[in-house]
Every structure is written in C-alpha cells, then in structure tokens.
C-alpha cells in the first residue's frame, strides 16, 4: 500500500515538474502601455529560464494604449510570449479608463486564481489592477516603487502614491525610493532595493539589436545624419497643452536646430497640438534633404528599437519622459529633461540628466554647453547592472501568499 503512495506522489511530482512538498504559485503581470512591457518582459524571462518549477505567470495587457507596434513581432523582439488577456480597454478619461480596467481585471483573478499579482511603473492600469488585487486578497507587488517628484498635479504622481499606499512589496530604483516608503511608514524588510528592470532590459536590447529588422526610415535618416544630433521627445500636458508654452520650446527647438538636427519622433497628441498652434512650420520631414545637417526633423511615433538605434549614438537627447532620463544615465548620454521636476532624482545626482524646468533660455543654453564639448560627466547608478530581475524574482520565489 505504502509503494503505491510512493508511486501516485512520484508520477504527481513528474508532471508538474517540482519537488514533492513544493507549491507552485500563480503570478499576474500587468502591464497597460508599451513602455510597462519593457519594465516587465526581464522579469518574465528570469521567470521562464530559472523559475518555472516556482512561479507560473499570467501575462496581462489591459489595452491601456493603443500602439500598432505591439504586434507579435513586439514581444517576439522582448524574448517573452504575446499576453495571455488583452483587456483592450482603448483611450478614456483617467476616471473611466481606470475602472474599465478595473472590472475586466477582476474578471481574470476570477478565473485565474493568482496568489500574487506584479504591477509596474505608474499609469492607470497600475493602480487599477492594484485596487483590485487588494480588494479580492491577493498579494500585491510594485515594481518602481517609491519614486516621487512631489507634485500631485502630475496623475503619475497620484498613481504612484496610492499604488504604493496598498501594495506589499515594493522594489525600488534607487535609495531615495527606499526612504520615500519608509517615510510614508512600510515595513522595513518588505521594500527591496534592487536595481531598475528598465536597464535590464536596456541591456538586452543593446545585445540584441539587429539592424535587419529596423525600418528603412530609421535606416534612411541614420544614413543622412553627419557628425553631432540630438533626439527629442516631448509629450508632457505641462508642455503640449499650453499653447504659449509650446510656442516657446518649439520656437526654441527651431534654434538649436540652426546649428545641429534634432530628430523627434512626434507623439500624435502633441502633433495635433502642434498643428492647432500653427507650429509644424518649423518642422521638416526627413527625406526634404539629401543631408541632414540640420533642423528639427518630425516623424512618427518609432518602435523601441528604431528609437534605441538614433539616440544610442546621439550627441545628446532632449526630453519630458522620465524612462529616458534613467537609459539615457545608464549609457552615460547627456539628457535636458525638459520639467520643473523629476521622480528620478538619482539621474541629476548621479547620472548624466540636468533638469533644465520649462525654461527655454536654460533649455537653449545647456544644449549650447554640451555641444561646445562641456559636458555633465555622470556614472551608472548602484545596482543599475542589469540584474535587477533576477533579484526581484529571487525574492517572489521564497514567498508564501
């Protein structure tokens, strides 16, 4: 009787591929827009290559934003499998957005079951999935936790303090992540310090970037660039919506592209602004020019890598985004950070970031420093190595939800 128990375990073992007494966990990814996939797709691979007797995952893309590129051949490009849901809950005001996520989430921890769910960054599925794992009792991890720039007009900055205010890991970026929880009363042992994903993922991308599979516009334009350029994004609402505000940086873009082109893929939102103010003048498409010597140089949105392929090599990037602030530190690349703030301050301390506000005149001088040669010299913060993955799934495997 005892040899066939033996047996029956045995058999029970080899199928579910662990050892007896081990129990394998459940765990939900959410991501809600492109960039949340860069942040989650090191976690996901650590997880296939290391952890599969462990940790079983559930991708989930809620639909946050549309982005044409996220095809199959996007998550192909990540190394990780296309999501298991897509929530498909489209563009909406913050209010409505939010909650779409929010009942067709719970439906998938209806069905699923998960011991735990993975949350990243600071948009509206983030909080939303959030809510919903803490209302159906299911343990809550925040990747990028931590992070403030103390200014509650930004939603960002909403998300992350109440995303962080129910969550009950937290893993952090950089130290001044670490004393924000600990400021706002977490337990200690329970917000982790372990590096960024986004790097990890920066990494594997740099390794794995092939020119065959970028596109001839991107190829084109890399072609036509001589010596010294600038990349360029700009989306912010502090910077698009005001149309005075706008006026002024673009005007100001427009001069610094006298002396060296600025290549700047176009957010749609801020295209449309652009064109309302009368301001796409100052623009030119890529293919008007043999050369491109100079001018500010509009184009469409770009896949990550095609974007990782200009500005990898470029004099220096310009920008409102907070992700490119830290890659930008980790390849040690001069970035303007055209905001009065940032949640990031480890790149202004450290890196290669300088916080230039929404003021042209600083704009317009800390660019020309950087082209005469005088340039910030930052270093890679601690931990930014490209292992922060492989610590954060190291720390979910010994949890018991």
């Avoid at 939900?28 to 995952?57: C, H, Q």
């Avoid at 989306?235 to 002024?248: C, G, Q, T, Y």
């Avoid at 200009?310 to 004099?315: P, Y």
């Amino acid at each position: 009787m005892v040899s066939w128990v033996i047996v029956v375990l045995s058999f029970i073992d080899e199928k579910i591929g662990k050892p007896s007494g081990d129990i394998m966990q459940k765990i939900v990814l959410v991501a809600g827009a492109r960039p949340n996939f860069m942040k989650i797709a090191p976690i996901l691979r650590v997880l296939d290559e290391k952890y599969s007797d462990v940790l079983s995952p559930v991708l989930v893309h809620t639909g946050q934003h549309y982005d044409s590129n996220m095809s199959e051949s996007f998550f192909r490009g990540l190394g990780i499998k296309t999501p298991d849901y897509n929530l498909d809950v489209g563009s909406a005001s913050h209010a409505v957005q939010t909650a779409r996520v929010m009942t067709r989430f719970e439906e998938v921890c209806e069905r699923e079951k998960p011991q735990h769910v993975l949350v990243v960054g600071d948009v509206n599925s983030t909080i939303a999935a959030g809510l919903v794992a803490k209302k159906t009792h299911i343990c809550l991890s925040h990747v990028e936790a931590g992070l403030r720039s103390f200014d509650r007009r930004m939603p960002e900055e909403i998300n992350r303090l109440a995303t962080d205010a129910i969550s009950d890991y937290f893993f952090v970026t950089e130290k001044t992540g670490r004393l924000n929880l600990l400021r706002e009363g977490h337990c200690e042992e329970n917000v982790q310090f372990v590096g960024h994903v986004m790097i990890d993922n920066l990494f594997y991308q740099l390794q794995n970037l092939n020119v065959a599979n970028l596109s001839q516009e991107v190829l084109g334009i890399k072609e036509k660039l001589l010596g010294k350029y600038l990349c360029l994004t700009l989306h912010r609402p502090s910077n698009v919506d005001h149309p005075e505000m706008l006026k002024s940086l673009v005007q100001t873009l427009a001069r610094i592209a006298e002396a060296v082109p600025i290549v700047f893929p176009c957010h749609p939102r801020t295209r449309s602004k652009m064109k309302e103010n009368g301001l796409l003048d100052y623009c030119q498409t890529w293919n008007q020019a043999e050369r491109l010597n100079q001018g500010l140089i509009l184009l469409d949105p770009l896949a990550y890598d095609d974007f990782l392929y200009l500005w990898k090599d470029a004099t220096a990037v310009l920008t409102d985004s907070g992700g490119l602030q830290e890659e930008t530190t980790a390849l040690n690349i001069p970035c303007l950070t055209l905001r009065e703030n940032t949640e990031r301050p480890i790149t202004v301390e450290e890196g290669s970031n300088i916080l230039v506000g929404q003021k042209p005149k600083v704009l317009e001088m800390e660019a020309a420093k950087i082209l005469e040669g005088l340039v910030q010299k930052g270093k890679v913060p601690e931990l930014w190595d490209g292992k922060a993955s492989e610590r954060i799934v190291n720390f979910l495997s010994g949890l018991k939800c």
